[in-house]
């Protein structure tokens, strides 16, 4: 678009004149003004279209596309809000499950934040890659412990063949294809007992069931 905004103003700021010889003073003084006006919009747009994308959904929030940017902002606040102007858990943005953008970033609160509303774990993108392929691919220890004991299957494959453990080889931590290949089973569900997530003093993860 840059290219087109300079191939539209060049005539008119003298680089078509020189080469054509083109440059009487009726040229410049019919089409330079406007031309010159067309380019600097160009340009504007460049630099204003990538920050409203990323402010718009903000100031003029559609729930989805506040959910989605509060999770890739790690923000639980504004992803609650979103929640409560009627953002859905488990509709994919472009796609991808939120769960997976909850991955995206160290740290677990945007995963626990969607757990404890009632995301699935499981839900993958159409080529079958899940949250604890990417928590596994990335290296997010915390991530791939969270999701294994939320019942996150890491049998699972993508439409390569890959486990989470493949992931996790190829990926930024290799070792925790061993923790993949050999999980600590979680709980058995159960319609009376409601999961509770929580960090203990030394940062480690726990979920416990209340009946």
Known sequence: MFKRCLHHAAPHFGATGAITGETSYS??????????????????????????????????????????????????????TAQLRGASINVPSFGTP??????????????KFLISNGAEVNQSMPNGYTPLMSAAFLGHADQVQLLLRAGANSNLHDSNKWTA???????????LANLLEHPTPAPPPSANRTAIISSTDGGTLAISFRS
């Open 165 to 175: 453990a493949d992931w996790a080889r190829n990926g930024v931590s290799p070792d």
């Open 98 to 111: 939120l769960t997976i953008y909850a991955t995206i970033k160290p740290g677990t609160d945007m995963l």
């Open 27 to 80: 040229r410049r003084k019919n089409r330079s003004f406007p031309v010159a006006i067309k380019f600097f919009l160009c340009a504007a747009a460049i630099i204003a279209l990538p920050l409203a994308a990323h402010f718009w959904p903000k100031t003029n929030p559609d729930p989805a596309e506040l959910l989605t940017a509060a999770i890739l902002d790690a923000d639980p606040a504004m992803a609650h």
